[in-house]
């Protein structure tokens, strides 16, 4: 457990991110339609089925997770597949066991989540827009928020119960610590001169077609509705703009900005009121000849801002007593107050900088404002078109001219693009990502696509072309480099393997790196954070088996360049916990414990799915 933790750095902190990822997928992973006919399901877990339909949506939006990242898409089908099905064992088991949550947990949930956030603040639009694409009601979301909060719970509930002993930290920390002597020959890649026969060539080609063939490609058509185009739309009168302009004053008004300083005189049960504000009109009197900072700096009884001359720094309505607020607002700048009465004691009060707050006339911010103005208008029309959008884009799932008929918007069309690479709106790699999915590809529209928080793209194929294998004379050239590499990879190989048979057999790695002609390098105490060796090498060390009655381990680590590593591992020294390990030992104690708490929980959901009645077949 322990060794397991310390090879996968991230293990104690998995967890979280765990949680971060199993929660959203989630909310948006499972959606089951009423329409499945004599569909088959493809899992079922007790009573639940799950259909094709909801392993294609499961799958979409897991890609989305994992943009940039080339993974095979029936592989990837396959994993959201297994995560629906041990969602729903889990799903499952916490309800057996009575777990529930309230309505109004979930909403506060829902409100906080940042994907429906607009200025810091809860979009009402923003989520009736969501459930409109994704076809759900509010009930049916809330519903679901709440199954993913009790399985959060409840993993909570183990995760969180775990503990470490101080047995483990300290094995933890032996492990971790470990330092290892080893010495190592490097093998390189030598290239071949024998150049491959074409029979040898032919072979290979046949062999590996896939590995040569002109990338998918399609075209698409789409509708796009952008907040910026329906904006232009939006008529501005000035009447209207100077509404506008009394609403959203604010926007274009710099408060006064004035800061202000103090002197104190206290009143508590050592010095009565009379005592107090007649020391605060002494200092009044003396300011006629001497500086206030330097008044505050000799008798103010606020001895952290004594120090600064009395500085209070800009003053903020609220924060103190009427009275206070009161005499600082009024005075002029440069004016000193009379004493002023707080629970604190009598102040004599003063304004050190004054710029007056300034409103920007109408004609100034005329422009601005017709943007402003245009936006704030074409936001409710945006989101209600989109609704209108997703709904018909659905209900006419194999043509996109009912919807722009209905929504007066333009058929536009892309030029071919592949999964890789595309221009114009093939560009976003969200459009890419739709486009070849099985939906898309057997002729139904896409499903609403943001891009960003003001556009929105419906999309469906236009052309589609396979991927095509290229003629044996245009890919020759690169069989040829690939034969010379793999020979010249094996030769390494072998000559890796001989090396490793001969430091078996009992030579030295002395003799056989100078037989070879090879460098040999030799670590005493490697650590694991050792910078100057590889990172794949360090590993392999680091996981091999320790020496056996004097006898070194042996083993060969393939690098990252194809170069193959002889490694002879003679001790292994077990670690300590260093001075700035004991620092921490607190932390690691806490990230160890949730880590076997991970584990812990990922066995129990492991064995739940072993006694859950699931049957699967292969999804399509």
Known sequence: MLTKIRENAQGAFAWGILIVICVPFALWGIQNYLDTGEEAPVASVGDKDFFQRDVNKAYEQYSQNLQGMTIDEQSLKSQALGKLIKDEVLLQHVHSKGLVTTDDTAREFIQSLPYFQAEGKFDDKRYKTMLSSQKMSSGEFVNRIKNALIMEQFQRSIIDSSFATKYDVESFFKIQNQQRDVAYVTVSVQKSAEQPTDVEVAAYYQLHQDSYQTPEQASVEYLELALEDIAKTIAVTDEKLKAFYDEQKDQYTTAERRKISHILFTVNDKID????????????????????????????????TAKKGGDLGLFNVGVMEKSFEEAASTLKLGEVSNPVKSAFGYHLIKVTELIPGETKPFEVVKAELTKAYQKAQAETAFYETGERLTEMSYENPDNLKAAADALSLMVKKSAMFTKDKGEGIAADEKIRSAVFTEEVLKGNNSTPIELGTDRLVVLRLLEHKAATVRALTEVKSDIVATLLADKASHQAIEKARQIKAKLQAGESIQSLAAENKL?????????RNKEDVPMPLSQAIFKAAKPVADKPSVFVVELPAGEQAVVSLSKVNVGVMTEDDKKQLELATKNIAKAFGQTEFNALVNSLQAEAKVSVKAPK
Do not use: N, R, W, Y
């Open 273 to 304: 009121d009379k005592t107090a504000l007649d020391k605060a009109v002494k200092a009044k009197g003396e300011l006629v000849s001497k500086d206030f900072a330097v008044v505050a700096a000799e008798v103010s009884e606020d001895k952290l």
């Open 519 to 527: 460098q040999l390098k030799v670590i005493a105490g490697l650590t």
